[in-house]
């Protein structure tokens, strides 16, 4: 077995971390959510709920991580008092790592070919219509589909096999840099479009009688969600960079780090997205099709629509290579803890298994746009999300969170001494009863809510 790699800095640990939380859910999601439920109101909320839901949760995840020195994998084996059967969750992480990962690389996919098309004018000249019709010929067509996912497939496990420091922390840390200052140029371009200053109202300014409008509970519950699944824990997605990182920090300290960061991303992309479609009069509330269709059209609009448009296709591209690089990262470890492969030989295997894995998703509007699962409309796509975000996530933050508490699990003095040792911010011992009594409960009104919503709602 190879020797356990660690990070070479702090800052490597902190902007990978970031970047597997920062994702598509924060530049795609969190805008249309936001402009669906009456804006500024809507982000206090979130912003209240990423402080008492996931943060405790994630600190966990990493210590378990820490704890153990491996992936989800073995760490509950390793962790865990004899004759439990914790261990039997690291297959469920194994599972929720390759799913996500066979619907993501796809949507990945999707956002280098925008770049590539954007970067050489692609849209230049185009109606609405025919913008929203590219997008439709762009899933429509297989080859180009698959060959957009194995390209995402490729490029994260070209940068895994250069190893977790050359590879992964250097190329992250460079791709994150970028990221930020792409988004605030495009901030700055936004910011100052005619009419834009009604976009920020909306966005800043709160109002909550938009939000009771829009139905109270359901607001509470996307905040809720919203806030939890942004940081992608529960799989296991955090717990392997737990491992590669040393005693010197509290680990709450680092979660509120790596939380800032993903908030600011999702902020900011509000912040370049919504004086946008004021200055252009779109509804900022026009869900998904929001990155694939209207901005597109909003950067047609612009004087140098090419510059523009292909900026923020690189932020996109950058958020989505972030996240598969970081889970390619996790799936290798699976490979190196159970078997003690080499990295090389974990590389090799799984880059044809996540390849043939993904290809439903790849084929989900196209070939196989005959299958729909939740009814017409719905892809195979849907499916493989609703498995991992409305499942595997909260029922996974629910095991990792009872793994910490429970006399049965790791337990909570365990857990108190390996989450505050260090420097930093100290995991507060006065909230035991709320993280072991209160909080499993709105864990479980999440996964049971995500079904009301998506089936009753």
Not at 7 to 26: H, M, P, Q, T
Not at 40 to 63: D, H, K, N, R, T
Not at 327 to 354: H, P, Q, Y
Request: glycine letters at 10%; aromatic letters at 14%; charged letters at 10%.
């Amino acid at each position: 077995m190879e020797k356990r790699e660690k990070f070479g800095s702090r800052l490597g640990f902190i902007l990978i971390s970031a970047g597997c939380a920062v994702g598509l859910g924060n530049v795609w999601r969190f805008p249309y959510i936001v402009g669906q439920y009456g804006g500024a109101a809507f982000v206090l909320l979130y912003l209240f709920f990423l402080v008492v839901l996931a943060m405790p949760i994630m600190s966990m995840e990493f210590s378990v991580g820490r704890a153990s020195r491996q992936s989800v994998a073995t760490s509950f084996r390793k962790l865990e008092p004899k004759g439990t059967k914790w261990h039997l969750f690291g297959y469920f992480g194994i599972a929720g790592n390759y799913l996500l990962m066979m619907f993501y690389t796809t949507i990945a996919g999707w956002m280098l070919y925008y770049l590539f098309d954007m970067a050489r004018g692609g849209f230049e000249g185009l109606s609405t219509t025919q913008v929203e019709q590219k997008f439709s010929e762009i899933t429509a067509d297989p080859v180009l589909g698959i060959c957009c996912m194995l390209l995402a497939v490729l490029l994260g496990f070209l940068v895994c096999s250069l190893g977790l420091k050359n590879g992964v922390e250097k190329i992250t840390k460079g791709m994150m840099t970028a990221l930020f200052v792409v988004m605030l140029v495009l901030v700055v371009r936004s910011m100052t479009l005619p009419g834009a200053a009604d976009g920020l109202s909306f966005y800043l300014l709160p109002d909550f009688s938009k939000m009771v409008e829009n139905g109270l509970w359901d607001a509470v519950f996307a905040a809720m969600g919203q806030a939890f699944f942004t940081l992608s824990v529960g799989i296991g997605s955090m717990a392997i960079f737990g491992s590669y990182i040393g005693k010197e920090r509290t680990l709450l300290g680092e979660t509120v780090n790596i939380t800032v960061l993903d908030t600011l991303v999702a902020v900011t992309a509000g912040l370049i997205i919504f004086p946008a479609c004021a200055a252009f009069g779109v509804s900022p509330d026009s869900g998904p099709p929001l990155v694939f269709v209207t901005l597109p059209n909003i950067f047609n609009e612009m004087p140098l629509s090419r510059l523009w448009g292909s900026l923020f296709f690189l932020f996109m591209s950058f958020a989505a290579l972030s996240t598969v690089i970081a889970v390619f990262e996790n799936i290798l470890s699976f490979a190196m803890d159970l078997w003690g492969w080499t990295r090389k030989k974990a590389v090799a295997v799984n880059i044809l298994l996540v390849s043939v894995l993904s290809l439903p998703s790849a084929m989900a509007y196209n070939l196989l746009s005959g299958v729909a699962p939740f009814g017409s409309g719905s892809t195979i796509i849907d499916l493989e999300d609703f498995i991992v975000s409305n499942n595997l996530l909260p029922l996974g933050a629910l095991v990792y969170l009872l793994f910490c508490v429970t006399k049965k699990g790791w337990g909570w003095d365990n857990f108190i001494k390996e989450v505050n040792t260090g420097k930093g911010l100290r995991f507060p011992t006065s909230i035991r009863f709320y993280v072991t009594y209160v909080l499993p409960v709105i864990m479980l009104v999440i996964f049971v809510g995500g079904y009301i919503v998506k089936f009753f709602g």
